[in-house]
């Protein structure tokens, strides 16, 4: 790999967008290189992983200009879905996804961290989405994923103008889940992740798929899909272990960590 370093820390992952002197700018190869590090995460092992940029003064900075600049109509669609394939694989990959924001988050930078089931920062983090201002829309999932994360107001607002937010704004429209000094950011995400990896494996992933999918759906169809996903956890060893050593009055051992995946 070139450009993303991946790194496995116990039961949790750390994937890295290094293409520091592009300010993490996502080009094709970027892309294709995170493609194949998601299908290479060792399931069985890994329960949450933590995306984030090189260096401290960008995320990802958004695609890649030079790139873009030339592309035909076709091309252009081509290069949008490119980026939307990997994108949907990350919102749609079986374990949780904390996005590390540290720095700039625009236009592709934006949209990849919304791709991830939660967003924190640190306070130096900018979000934008400045397609507008290049001639183009965001090509990436921002038209849909804004609005649904922020409101359709704030996210017409936000592409329309395409002006720029800081860390604070971006917490208070619920972009991001909490802020950090840029000392603190990974250690407080790699925090959650371990936390995240504790619980139970199935039950998380369920969890995960349940929101995503009642998301798009009416809330009769998305109670069922809740309620199979629920059935689903039960006759695990998950199950029976969690809710026996929540029963057991003595409490005389200490708690295992859970072991399906």
């Avoid at 967008?17 to 970027?30: C, G, H, Q, Y």
Wanted: net charge negative.
């Amino acid at each position: 790999m070139e450009f993303i370093v991946y790194e496995q820390k116990g039961a949790y992952g750390i994937i890295t967008i290094s293409r520091e002197k592009a300010l993490n700018a996502l080009n094709s190869s970027v892309l294709d290189e995170l493609s194949a590090t998601l299908d290479a995460v060792n399931l069985d092992e890994v329960r949450c992983l933590i995306l984030t940029g090189a260096g401290q003064k960008s995320f990802v900075a958004g695609a890649d200009i030079g790139e873009m600049s030339t592309l035909t109509k076709a091309e252009g669609e081509a290069f949008g879905k490119k980026g939307n394939d990997v994108f949907r694989k990350l919102e749609t990959f079986p374990i949780p996804v904390i996005a590390a924001v540290n720095g700039f988050a625009l236009g592709g930078g934006c949209e990849i961290s919304m791709s991830c089931d939660i967003r924190i920062c640190s306070d130096n983090a900018v979000f934008g989405q400045p397609e507008v201002g290049l001639g183009i829309t965001p090509g990436f999932g921002g038209t849909q994923r804004l609005a649904r994360l922020v409101g359709a107001g704030m996210a017409k607002q936000m592409i329309y103008t395409a002006r720029n937010i800081k860390a604070d704004e971006a917490l208070r429209i619920g972009l991001v889940n909490a802020v950090y000094t840029q000392e603190e950011l990974m250690g407080a995400a790699e925090k959650m992740a371990a936390g995240i990896a504790k619980n139970a494996p199935i039950a998380v992933r369920n969890c995960k798929k349940a929101i995503n999918e009642g998301l798009d759906a009416d809330m009769d169809a998305a109670i069922v899909i809740e309620e199979k996903l629920f059935g689903d956890c039960f006759e695990t060893e998950d199950q029976r272990y969690g809710m026996a050593f929540f029963l057991d009055k003595n409490k005389e051992k200490v708690k295992e960590p859970f072991k399906n995946c």
